[in-house]
């Protein structure tokens, strides 16, 4: 699973835990590769956010790439710091990270 974080008004980063462990943080235009080798089990997946809803629980699809983007600070106000994204959107997200990576170490 990916959790990725484009650019948005916080240059904060955001802890990310998995099952009550940080496992890391994510940064504006960065991602994290979340591995999760459990079948059918839940996972629980955290954001160090003050929020009303910093966790979600979930089933990620052993199938498929899952792709979830973050936000610190919602676009609009009432939308959710969580988004769930479609593989091929999650794919080209990551590749506009990776590419601004790599300009940004030239």
Known sequence: ????????????????????????????NEYLELPWPYYARMLRLCLGVATPNPCQLLVPN?????YLKVSAIPATAGEPLWQW??????????????????????
């Not at 994204?85 to 080209?92: K, L, M, N």
């Open 62 to 66: 052993a199938a498929k790439l899952n």
């Open 1 to 28: 699973m990916y959790l990725y974080r484009q650019n948005d008004a916080s240059p904060a980063p955001i802890p990310v835990f998995v099952e009550g462990r940080e496992v890391g943080k994510l940064r504006p």
């Open 85 to 106: 994204v479609s593989a091929a959107q999650g794919e080209a997200d990551l590749d506009a990270l990776d590419k601004l990576r790599a300009a940004a170490a030239k």
